[in-house]
């Protein structure tokens, strides 16, 4: 069964805080994972890695460059799942 919105936004604020130490509550569908949450180039790729694994999807390199916001992210794995 495909996870909900909330559910993969939750997922992924849990990785964020994981990955960068974000608080999970500053990770909204509007934040910019560079501006916003910090996420560098290199956390980045942990957090799509663990996602890949949570949700069970595949994220290729060439897409990960599109996701910008949490929710460019989340929509995607809404699309992918």
Known sequence: MAASQEEILAG???IVNEVAGV???E???DKSFTDDLDIDSLSMVEVVVAAEE???VKIPDDDVKN???VGDAVNYILKAA
Do not use: S
Request: glycine residues 6%.
């Open 54 to 56: 949570k949700f069970g």
């Open 12 to 14: 992924l604020a849990e």
């Open 67 to 69: 996701l910008r916001t």
């Open 27 to 29: 990770v909204q569908l």
């Open 23 to 25: 608080p999970a509550d």
